[in-house]
């Protein structure tokens, strides 16, 4: 099973064409490849899949390292769509692709750079916050601590959280875990901490669904960007994130444009002895 890593700001995928793949990818075995000791090690598997029509370059299907399949992750699918065309799936700069969460329309600005067209970010999600008001606002408590904040749907579930002072020192392991799998959300929720940096440009820590804290998630600063423009801020906003920096505009209707980059860490193949567990793992 031959694969590629890429990273996007520090969040790392093992990258799978669906042609390689001798079985299915199953929760167990997605677990154990992202494994970091005895797997590839990485914050998840993108599956590049071939698709019927025209339309498309390509289906992506997005898996978390806890085994889970996420809608859609801006990094993600940035890596996807450099890798696809460094890889010969397309020699066009615009282009389409499939995901769990519909068509996403990418534009390849640079040599690792693409600005992907991730639609329009909606304040209410009835099956991922069914009590939800129009305005997607909220408070909710978690580890003992009050939390305003506001709901942003932009592909999955973003749950984000201005934190005006403190948010270098906020334990994202105490408060993140409560607050994805709040009785609020009930297909778990990813969470943003930001806090404005000024101007045009805010600050974010990332806990994301199936992932834990990341140095870097294109949902998550996306729904920090969202909620950041809701407050007053200019668009396009600039999300500093641990692993880098992130472009966001957000346009008329809330229609959503993330701009950054992703790089290739390495070509591998799965050694046969993992290859052999694997095949065991159903």
């Not at 093992?14 to 001798?22: H, Y």
């Not at 506001?150 to 020192?169: H, K, M, R, T």
């Amino acid at each position: 099973m031959r694969f590629e890593k890429w990273q996007a700001l520090g969040n790392d995928y093992a990258i799978v064409e669906e042609r390689e793949l001798p079985f299915e990818l199953t929760p167990e075995r997605v677990r154990a490849i992202c494994a970091p000791h005895t797997g590839v090690g990485s914050d998840g598997i993108l599956l590049l899949r071939e698709t019927d029509g025209r339309a498309f370059v390509a289906e992506v299907r997005i898996y978390n390292p806890d085994g889970s399949e996420a809608e859609l992750s801006g990094n993600g699918v940035r890596e996807a769509v450099m890798y696809l065309r460094r890889n010969g799936w397309t020699d066009s700069d615009s282009f389409s692709i499939r995901t769990a969460a519909g068509e996403i329309r990418p534009r390849i600005t640079g040599p690792d750079t693409c600005t992907v067209d991730m639609g329009r970010a909606r304040l209410r999600s009835p099956d991922d916050y069914p009590s939800g008001p129009e305005d997607g606002t909220g408070t909710l408590t978690a580890a003992e601590r009050d939390f305003a904040f506001q709901f942003v749907q932009v592909g999955n579930p973003q749950c984000a959280i201005e934190v005006p002072e403190g948010l270098e020192d906020l334990d994202l392991q105490r408060y993140g875990p409560p607050i994805e799998r709040h009785e609020l959300f009930p297909r778990r929720t990813n969470v943003s901490f930001w806090r404005l940096n000024g101007g045009g440009a805010i600050r974010a820590r990332i806990f994301e669904r199936g992932v834990g804290e990341t140095m870097s998630s294109g949902t998550g600063a996306t729904g920090a960007a969202v909620a950041a423009v809701l407050r007053g801020v200019d668009s396009p906003v600039t999300v500093a994130l641990d692993g880098g920096e992130l472009e966001v505009q957000v346009g008329e209707h809330l229609h959503v444009d993330l701009t950054g980059w992703a790089r290739p860490v390495y070509q591998g193949k799965v050694s046969e002895e993992l290859m052999t567990e694997l095949h065991a793992t159903e």
